[in-house]
């Protein structure tokens, strides 16, 4: 249920994407990341030896290539003195053998490749799978504390975006940056191996462009950011007038509305095509770090060649080497960044998981059956506050009888949607107790207490499922007898029949169900659910007067024999309340009936005239 605390909510959803956030502690983020996925790192292990398997492979490939190019060239001999090319006998076998050793060699990495791809997909989907069912089970065991002061974006954020990123870090960069390293350093190790002049030649000339693109992409990351902040600015502002386009058109305000959309619009252009420009000159800038490798070892390797310091197929080798040495930088660059936001993401997953829980109730025996309960409630000098230093309830006491209807009104703030928390132990209270049938609701579990009541909020909530499906909602062994007697009993039956597929009607957002209807489901909902108590915040608050007297007769045949708390702020719906609560600032001021504190001529009586009165 919504409290009425003034504790400030942190930005809901709706606000365009999160900008991706560096983690407060990398370290830390990772490990327990990997603490979480310790079930799988032999899968993990094994995916990793794969992948290092693979990148091996294909880095004994160019120098598998430098031989058999050699070995051809070698059947040619050029007599500069004559002029002429003189051709030798082939070694055809160490040709053929060199051939197949090469297909072999690039055929063993591909089938790494997908062996180690298979590991990891299976991995972080278990994985991914693992968190989202953890973060819904801790939902059910977190206070509602908790969501006062988070939104429901921020936690859907947490399910969704949060763990998507963690798994896409795990299938991809993770193995991206080993194999990135792997393949780096084995690319230096073999250029050193196979010639130290050409080795130098291909690092140095490549470590001079990479240079250049660390500097663009350092000048470039600002962009990036704002891109991200002005997109998500811009989406918010186009939810928000879509969502109030009736009061936009009413108050004339579309040039004001315009105003501030041209303006966010053109911050996101200008920081979108700047970001977009640096992008785009990621590749060419690639693109000539590989080709200045190329050239350089081109110039040096034919140099070298001429001197017949090195063979032709050195030179061959090197212009792979060249690719396999520059392909890892940029991999290693996107993989850390990824991992960066990975962590973040793990913080954000990990500190809701860790997050304080409601106390264990494994070990309560005590319990009320429904079909038991009379519906004695007693308040017995309750102290709450949100915020545990600042009390909002001050020692209330009262005492409810079973089967009586209880009417709790007061100004906003007073308290009243807090006292009916208190109630169905939303919240746990600070000081006092709260009685059911003699029996402390602390002493009961929280399911328990749930079990004892039926409510019916001012929002009305109905999922994508039949008109049936939504009045049974999760009750058991529900006849289609006592669902059409739930609806008869509100009015709702008649209407639904008009309905093309009567009970079996798909709500969705085809199905134009008006404010009452859907209230008089959700009153139906209550009747199926059959509590021995009720509870009524505001029920009536959205609909007009015609809807809301048909309501009124539904909520009385709902209330009968039941004990009943409603909430209201029109008081001309709890005249014939057994007992009126007139709360203000946390405490009972006033109690009796309608007649009785209209008689005192009190806070009560100031607040019914008051609606009578002119503006």
Avoid at 300 to 316: P, R
Avoid at 324 to 336: I, K
Avoid at 555 to 581: C, E, P, V, Y
Avoid at 605 to 613: D, G, H, I, K, R
Wanted: net charge neutral.
């Amino acid at each position: 249920m919504p409290s009425e605390s003034n504790t400030p909510r942190r930005g809901g959803p709706g606000h365009g994407p999160r900008v991706a956030e560096k983690p407060k502690n990398f370290k830390k983020a990772m490990g327990k990341l990997i603490q979480f996925i310790k079930p799988f790192l032999v899968p993990v292990v094994i995916a990793l030896v794969f992948a290092v398997g693979g990148v091996a492979l294909n880095l004994i490939g160019p120098d598998v290539l430098s031989d058999l190019t050699n070995t051809i060239q070698s059947s040619f001999a050029y007599l500069p003195e004559q002029g002429i090319e003189q051709v030798l006998p082939m070694d055809k076998e160490r040709v053929l053998y060199l051939c197949f050793l090469l297909v072999g060699l690039y055929a063993g990495g591909l089938l790494c490749s997908y062996v180690q791809g298979i590991l990891m997909a299976t991995v972080t989907q278990k994985n991914s799978k693992n968190l989202r069912t953890a973060i819904s089970e801790k939902i059910n065991r977190i206070p509602l504390r908790y969501f006062d002061g988070h939104s429901v974006g921020d936690v859907l954020s947490r399910v969704t975006n949060d763990v998507d990123m963690i798994g896409q870090t795990l299938n991809q960069s993770v193995v991206t940056f080993v194999t990135a390293v792997v393949m780096l350093l084995g690319s230096i190790v073999m250029m050193f191996v196979t010639n130290a002049i050409m080795a130098v030649t291909a690092i140095g000339a490549s470590v001079i462009g990479f240079v250049f693109m660390f500097l663009i992409m350092g000048r470039s990351q600002k962009f990036f950011a704002r891109q991200q902040r002005y997109l998500g600015e811009i989406n918010g502002h186009i939810e928000e007038t879509y969502a109030g386009h009736n009061v936009i058109k009413a108050y004339n305000a579309e040039g004001q509305v315009k105003a501030v959309f041209n303006d966010i619009n053109y911050k996101l252009y200008q920081s979108a095509w700047k970001s977009q420009f640096f992008s785009g000159l990621m590749m060419p800038l690639m693109n000539f770090v590989g080709n200045l490798g190329y050239v350089a070892v081109c110039v040096v390797g034919a140099v070298l060649v001429a001197n017949k310091t090195i063979s032709f197929g050195t030179v061959i080798a090197f212009t792979l080497y060249v690719r396999l040495f520059t392909s890892p930088l940029s991999q290693l660059a996107q993989a850390f960044t990824s991992m960066q936001t990975a962590a973040a993401a793990s913080e954000r997953v990990f500190e809701f998981l860790e997050e304080e829980e409601l106390a264990d109730e494994r070990d309560k025996t005590v319990r009320l059956l429904p079909q038991d309960v009379r519906g004695d409630v007693t308040f017995e000098h309750v102290h709450f506050g949100y915020d545990p230093g600042k009390i909002i309830i001050n020692d209330f006491s009262a005492e409810v009888h079973a089967g009586q209807k209880i009417a709790i009104v007061g100004p906003t703030g007073a308290g009243k949607t807090t006292l009916v928390n208190l109630l169905m132990r939303f919240y746990e209270l600070n000081g006092g107790c709260i009685y059911i049938d003699s029996i402390p609701t602390s002493a009961l579990t929280r399911e328990n207490v749930h079990d004892l009541f039926c409510m019916v909020l001012q929002d009305t909530w109905l999922f994508d499922g039949t008109i049936r499906e939504n009045v049974v909602y999760s009750k058991e062994g529900v006849t289609d007898e006592e669902v059409e007697r739930a609806c008869r009993a509100v009015g709702l039956h008649h209407f639904i029949m008009t309905l093309p597929k009567g009970y079996d009607t798909v709500l969705d957002d085809k199905a134009n169900l008006s404010a009452g209807q859907k209230q008089l489901v959700t009153i139906a909902r209550a009747m199926i659910e059959n509590a021995p108590m009720l509870i009524l915040d505001e029920a009536t608050s959205s609909v007009d007067t015609r809807t809301e007297v048909l309501i009124q007769r539904a909520m009385d045949r709902l209330t009968q024999g039941r004990t009943s708390f409603i909430i209201a702020h029109r008081l001309s719906t709890i005249k014939n309340a057994d007992m009126i609560f007139v709360m203000k600032d946390g405490d009972i001021v006033e109690k009796g009936n309608h007649a009785q504190l209209l008689a005192k001529n009190g806070f009560y009586a100031e607040l019914y005239n008051s609606q009578f009165e002119d503006a």
